[in-house]
């Protein structure tokens, strides 16, 4: 190569280098850094880490008006949120805290980004909910239950010495859409997690977070006092294990004066609790909010139980913990899954929302994608959240949504907090795959802002993460919002649920019987398939747990007439030959949505090929060659569940419905090495 060409080669290159492109950034890629405005335009009296932070964000990339930042008691009634007021030569930012005017920095970076006018503002911002939490399962030996990126932020062997830059790069993250708080570990919890020397490590995150405005809680398990302090048992009235605990508690806030609390998984899949000595969730819950009540804390306690017992699984926490309504400390907070299952594309609601009336309640959600195929499929999932948290529960009668009792509107609830199982992980894009930064970015902004609608969310999302391009923006955007019910489509379509591979997770099993094992983990026992027809018969005549919902929710899931038919199998066995409102039968129903969810995959690929242009190299290949697996992990369903209840339906498949690829039995033999416990 002569020397023009290599210096043409370097030149033409260099661009290309220049806009290398891991994902890294996620969100946060406010246009050319450290060309933001002078010291000297930033008006602010406070000295303080958090308002530091602000002053950078704004000096490395504010490109407008001067900016004062004012802290103003008076409106402490905001909470940490904040006023935004300008004109064309100033922009004031006012907060009760100074974690408020952090995000009042962020938004008007984000009105920045996204190319919004900034020159008459008049903002009000007040969070919907107090606790805005991330719910890490990261495990102390790095690995992450149902993690599909890459292994955990948490280098506890490195810690308190070593300090990975990430560690404050996940707090900016976090406190640009408004996360508050965060869970380290798992709720499988190890009871090693109290060991000094691991409080220690984390003491050093919790002072890494705190400028961002961020508190760490940390999950914990029950038989900490009897495996970790050595007692001859963990009964919560037992007066050692009361000391124990106390003793924990102040060793944590000597290290942590502002930790936020517990989270607990008890008494539930194999975890130990109150039960396990005869006492109740709300014994063990209360001797730990009595302990944590002198310093703030919290306790977050898990709904999420069941055994294997004759009772359907779907009616077992209510059952639980409707008797246990008003025994709980008001530092006490139940955090119950959004829906009565597990995280499944499409449940019903959860009926314990709304029937616990003198008990806080708040929502857990996941982020990562356990029942969506991980990391692999491009499922964003606003939609999701939005459906369960506008879902009406009619407990004090019509309009009584799911965000209106946990937010405290319905209920003067002394904390409210909302969660969602994080989907972070140490690849260099943070989420797998580059669409699940925005699974993140989403559940940020609605848990800060539960009325922002997914297509707002989406929006924002695309022109601060890719382009405002609308030839980008308008496609992605729809592709997007439509992705959630399409994976419903080619997963479980019609209120099918948990019809997954066992343990892992991945992929279709409906033919999964585990005689022997667990029957309330097997997919048999949820979709009920026979010659007469298919879904779980949850009324009056079945399992009845439709009377757990409120009036008249109970006779309108109840009745097949009335019962929506996206969740007509949760709530009903259909015959086969049922006629749906579109005047097929069901069984044509269901082979018209597998297909349709195959289709629209496809759709999504197509769009995503014209795309090129506007993205850069490496997300672009990334984002497709993951969209390919989708593709074909579509097809692998609908063959799947289509094949094997054919097997009981006996009825062809609708000839304008594209042909099965594989045979039944080769599926059937299919089993990915992809490890877990059930
Ligand atoms: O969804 C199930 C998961 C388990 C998880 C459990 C829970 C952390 O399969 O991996 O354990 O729920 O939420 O406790």
Redesign the pocket.
């Known amino acids: 190569m002569n020397n023009f060409r290599r210096y043409l080669l370097i030149f033409l290159l260099f661009p290309l280098l220049f806009f290398a492109e891991d994902g890294s950034k996620l969100w946060l890629r406010f246009p050319n850094a450290k060309t933001g405005i002078s010291a000297d335009k930033i008006i602010s009296k406070g000295k303080n880490p958090t308002i530091e932070i602000a002053k950078k964000e704004l000096m490395n990339y504010w490109q407008g008006q001067t900016i004062e930042l004012r802290t103003e008691k008076s409106l402490k009634n905001l909470k940490d949120g904040y006023t935004i007021k300008s004109n064309s030569d100033k922009i004031i930012i006012s907060a009760a805290k100074e974690s408020g005017l952090l995000y009042g920095v962020y938004h008007i970076l984000r009105l920045q980004q996204t190319k919004s006018d900034v020159s008459q503002l008049n903002i009000t911002e007040k969070p919907s909910y107090d606790v805005r939490i991330l719910n890490h ?1 990261d495990n102390l030996d790095g690995t992450i ?2 993690g599909y990126a890459g292994h955990s932020l948490w280098k506890w062997e490195d810690l308190p010495n070593k300090i990975s830059p990430r560690y404050e790069e996940y707090a900016r993250a976090n406190a640009s859409i408004g996360i508050n708080s965060v869970v380290l570990n ?3 919890a190890s009871p090693n997690m109290l060991r000094t020397d691991y409080l220690q490590k984390v003491k050093v995150l919790a002072d890494i977070f705190r400028p961002y405005g961020i508190k760490v809680y940390l999950s914990v398990n029950f038989s900490s006092p009897k495996v970790l302090g050595g007692l001859e048992n963990s009964d919560p009235l037992n007066k050692n294990v009361q000391q124990w605990w106390k003793e924990k508690a102040s060793e944590i806030y000597k290290l942590i004066p502002d930790f936020g609390g517990f989270l607990v ?1 008890a008494n ?2 194999g975890q130990p609790g109150p039960q396990d000595y005869g006492r109740t969730h709300a014994d063990g819950a209360n001797m730990m909010a009595d302990i944590l009540k002198p310093y703030g804390g919290i306790v977050m306690w898990r709904a ?1 139980v069941y055994s294997p017992s004759k009772e359907d699984r779907a009616k077992q926490a209510h059952l639980e913990f409707v008797p246990l309504d008003g025994k709980f400390r008001d530092n006490v907070i139940v955090q119950i899954k959004n829906g009565p299952i ?2 499944q594309p499409r449940e019903a609601f959860n009926p314990l929302f709304g029937a616990l009336k003198k008990t806080s309640e708040m929502v857990e959600f996941q982020i990562t994608q ?1 029942y969506l195929g991980f990391s692999n499929h491009l499922v964003y999932l606003a939609p999701l959240f939005k459906e369960t948290l506008e879902s009406d529960t009619y407990s004090e009668g019509k309009g009584s949504t799911i965000a209106k009792i946990t937010d405290g509107t319905l209920r003067p609830n002394k904390i409210t907090g909302i969660a969602g199982v994080a989907n972070i992980g140490e690849d260099e894009n943070w989420t797998g795959n580059h669409f699940a930064q925005a699974n993140w970015y989403a559940f940020g902004r609605l848990v800060w802002n539960h009325e922002l609608s997914s297509e707002q969310i989406a929006d924002e999302w695309i022109k601060m993460t890719f382009t405002d391009d609308q030839n980008f923006l308008n496609p992605v955007k729809e592709m997007m919002l439509s992705s959630r019910e399409t994976t419903v489509d080619y997963i479980m379509p019609l209120g099918l649920h948990h019809i997954f591979a066992s343990g892992h ?1 991945y992929g279709p099993e409906p033919w999964g019987d585990y005689k022997g094992g667990r029957p309330d983990w097997s997919p048999v026992y949820y979709h009920k398939a026979d010659a007469n027809g298919i879904g779980f018969d949850r009324t009056e005549t079945g399992s009845n747990a439709v009377s757990q919902y409120f009036p008249p929710l109970n006779e309108i899931y109840g009745n097949i007439k009335t019962c929506p038919e996206n969740l007509i199998l949760w709530f009903h066995h259909v015959p086969w030959n049922y006629q749906m409102n579109d005047g097929k039968t069901l069984w044509e129903e269901l082979c018209f949505k597998y297909d349709t969810g195959v289709k629209n995959v496809r759709d999504y690929q197509k769009l995503w090929d014209k795309m090129q242009p506007y993205v850069d190299e490496q997300r672009f290949t990334e984002v497709q060659s993951r969209l390919k697996i989708q593709a074909r992990d579509a097809v692998w369903w609908k063959d799947a569940c289509l094949l094997y209840f054919q097997t009981f339906s006996k009825m062809p498949i609708p000839y304008e419905i594209e042909r099965p690829v594989h045979e039944l039995e080769d599926l059937k033999k299919i089993k990915l090495d992809l490890k877990h416990h ?1």
């Open positions: 399962w239950e149902r798992n709720v499988n998984k539930s899949e999420f597990d995280f356990e997770h059930n």
